[in-house]
């Protein structure tokens, strides 16, 4: 079985067999279709990834830009509502739920980092409503509450809540 389908089995107690989960959960469908726009996106070629980001979006309602760059195992819970920009990179092993944003902020980001959306490291969680805006880094293991809105870096293992966030667990 893939590793991928496995880390939704892992993460989702509802999750009953690796068919039901490649056939009726929107991550596993959004991320395959990022997949092959973001390939098609490196690749140069015009028009088709942007259009397979927008079939993606209808059928699932997350909007993953073809140029974010997504690692292994992310897993997307009741996705609806997801947006990963198009600088955003989405390390190993993070885990986000419905409504989560990676957007764009505006300053100087694109001039000093040349990103304009936040860099995600391996085995972060990012609660429901998370908003993450900017050419912020979430460090390994971060966990971010929900509707929390992050708009400074978050230092690994760290836990931040609110609006602004703020760190209240290390």
Known sequence: MN?????????DPAAKSAVEVFLLYPGPKAIGLHRIAH???EGRIPFLPRFLS????LITGIEIHPGA??????????GMGVVIGETAVV????????????GAHAGECSTTHGRR??????GAIL?????????????EN?????NAVVLKDVEPNATVVGVPAKEVKK
Do not use: Q
């Not at 927008?54 to 979006?57: A, D, I, L, S």
């Not at 760059?69 to 009741?78: Q, S």
């Open 3 to 11: 590793e991928f389908l496995k880390t939704y089995l892992k993460n």
């Open 39 to 41: 390939w098609l996106h």
């Open 54 to 57: 927008e079939v993606g979006r």
């Open 69 to 78: 760059k997504i690692g292994k195992n992310l897993f997307i819970d009741h």
């Open 91 to 102: 390390e190993d092993n993070v885990s986000m739920y419905h409504g989560v944003t990676l």
């Open 117 to 122: 959306h936040p860099y995600i490291c391996s």
């Open 127 to 139: 609660g429901a409503g998370a908003k993450i805006l900017g050419c912020v880094t979430l460090g």
């Open 142 to 146: 971060a966990k971010v509450g929900a």
